[in-house]
């Protein structure tokens, strides 16, 4: 079955390698906190549509090993001059997650973590494009009600969903569709706030115009306990509402390119 949509999921594991867990100095409460703060909950859940031909990438690892999501260069990244580039060295309220990271280790770590599953989304992307002659990504994520500190975006009125755009990747008409399909359920939606972008590997981005991308952020408030991590009791609910939208907007996706 032909494959033209790549579900890439990144964020929503909690797994620390031992071996990568000693090299970190935070204290054991501090970790366990940042580990609830930052992890994308059950997006792995949400994301699933039972989809024959729908790819999905997921990061087998907790971004505080590497984050797959931030540029590979330090100079490209925005969030690295707050500690928290491809490799984390602060954690979002600003407490020392690691010592300094010799060159030798960095290279060590993009090589074991970082480069395989840019190598793995590439991989799909480019199976989509020479069976469909297209792809979409869907870049998928949820976030927190309330900012972290290392937010840019620190408003505290945050919507229920937040559509992530590029300007060479993402066709209006599909943040259109997303928003009204979501927006016909009762959610507030907003587009590129609190955060912007879609994820695109870095062998197509801004330059392979058949690869489109589209995120889609769930605020965490409407499906779990933000102090726990648990899913609340209307969590089921809530899941197959949001997976109704979801195949809403991959049908328009789908029916404009055939």
């Known amino acids: 079955m032909k494959k033209s949509i790549v579900f890439h999921i990144p964020h929503c594991s909690t797994v620390i390698p ?14 366990s906190a940042e580990i609830l703060r930052l992890t994308d909950w059950h997006t792995d859940e ?27 260069d330090d100079a490209r ?3 690295a ?17 690691r010592e300094n990271v010799s060159p030798a280790e960095r290279d060590r770590l993009l090589a074991e973590y970082y ?36 937010d840019v975006d620190q408003d505290a009125d945050r919507p229920d969903f937040c559509i992530g755009k590029d300007w060479f990747h993402t066709p209006n008409h599909l943040v259109s569709a997303a928003s009204e399909t979501l927006q016909a359920h009762g959610w507030r939606v907003a587009v590129n706030k609190p955060y912007a972008g879609a ?37 089921e609910n809530f899941r197959r509402q949001f997976q109704t939208c979801l195949r809403k907007i991959i049908t328009v996706a789908r029916e404009t390119w055939s």
């Open 81 to 97: 001059a707050n500690g928290t580039g491809a490799i984390y060295m602060m954690t979002s309220d600003g407490k020392k997650l």
């Open 199 to 235: 994820f695109v590997p870095r062998a197509f981005y801004r330059y392979e115009w058949r690869v489109s991308s589209i995120m889609i952020e769930i605020n965490r408030r409407l499906y779990m306990d933000e102090l726990t991590g648990a899913k609340l009791p209307g969590y």
């Open 77 to 79: 990244e925005l969030m």
């Open 115 to 150: 480069d395989p599953h840019h190598a793995a989304v590439k991989r799909m992307v480019g199976d989509a494009l020479r069976q469909s002659d297209h792809c979409l990504i869907v870049d998928c994520h949820s976030f927190p009600s309330r900012p972290l500190g290392c």
């Open 46 to 72: 949400l994301f699933d549509l039972g989809d024959r031909g729908i790819g999905r990438v997921v990061y087998p690892v907790s971004r505080l090993v590497v984050d797959p999501e931030r540029f590979r």
């Open 18 to 31: 031992e071996a990568e867990a000693k090299l970190l100095v935070a204290r054991e409460a501090d970790l």
